[in-house]
């Protein structure tokens, strides 16, 4: 793997048309490359692996607490829904 990982579209705008900056970085800060579209900076940096089921999964329903509808939630006339 190479340390300079090349973006192929602007994280702003989605454009192709991107350099490297000019500008000098630091070790571990990450590659810093430019927009000519939308005259943007921009930095890039790996920070890791996920573990598998870490971050990044879908919640289970079963994390989000079930809710009976209340009454006012019961369709009416006049909402579209049979009374």
Known sequence: MTERAVPFH???CGDEDL?????????G???????R??????RLKFLGLLAPGAAGSAP????????SPSPS???SASDGGTP
Request: charged letters at 20%; one cysteine or more; aromatic letters at 8%.
């Open 29 to 35: 800060a990450g590659a810093a490359w430019e927009c």
């Open 60 to 67: 289970s329903p079963s994390a989000s607490p079930s809710r």
């Open 73 to 75: 939630a019961v369709p």
């Open 37 to 42: 579209a939308c005259s943007r900076a921009f």
């Open 19 to 27: 350099r490297p900056s000019e500008e000098e970085t630091s070790r």
């Open 10 to 12: 602007c994280p702003y």
